[in-house]
């Protein structure tokens, strides 16, 4: 076993690592929980602002031209910016990287309910059955009518 401990993001249960098997890849997760993982893609603000920089240079320089030769030299001025920025624009990544957020959820049938009610909201099937239908379903065949619980019923209700 690892030394690792896992934590309901839920409910604050832990409990540690099961023994390690990747005969279904998901390594030392304990048997019956839940790993949610989150990853999205965003911009490195440091890119934006040396684009914002880049445009705003080609706008200045462009603005300092007369009317009528502007459109003609957009093109060169844009070069140039682009070149003049590109060391700093190749050496810093377009996107963050790492953005990734995991959480686990355990077993437990206190936050079920919780994991059924996002996993719906995913579109996703709910992990298992709530207990109120499996009760609902049970009390449906006991009120079959010749069972022991409705002859108990008649003879009370015949008393005087």
Not at 30 to 55: C, D, M
Request: proline content about 5%; overall charge negative; hydrophobic content about 30%.
């Amino acid at each position: 076993m690892a030394d690792y401990e896992y934590e309901c993001a839920l409910s604050g249960l832990t409990t540690e690592a099961a023994d390690h098997d990747d005969s279904d890849g998901l390594g030392e997760l304990p048997v019956g929980w839940t790993e949610i993982r989150i990853r999205r893609r965003q911009y490195n603000p440091r890119w934006l602002a040396i684009q914002q920089v880049k445009e705003s240079s080609v706008m200045g320089l462009l603005a300092q031209l007369p009317p009528e030769i502007r459109a003609s030299q957009e093109l060169g001025i844009r070069v140039q910016i682009d070149a003049t920025f590109f060391g700093l624009e190749d050496s810093t990544p377009m996107y963050l990287s790492d953005i990734e957020d995991v959480v686990y959820l355990s077993d437990s049938e206190d936050i079920l309910e919780g994991i059924n009610e996002v996993r719906g909201s995913l579109g996703l099937d709910p992990v298992v059955q709530d207990e109120d239908e499996d009760e609902e379903e049970d009390s449906e065949v006991g009120d079959v009518p010749g069972t022991d619980d409705d002859d108990d019923d008649d003879s009370q209700e015949s008393s005087p």
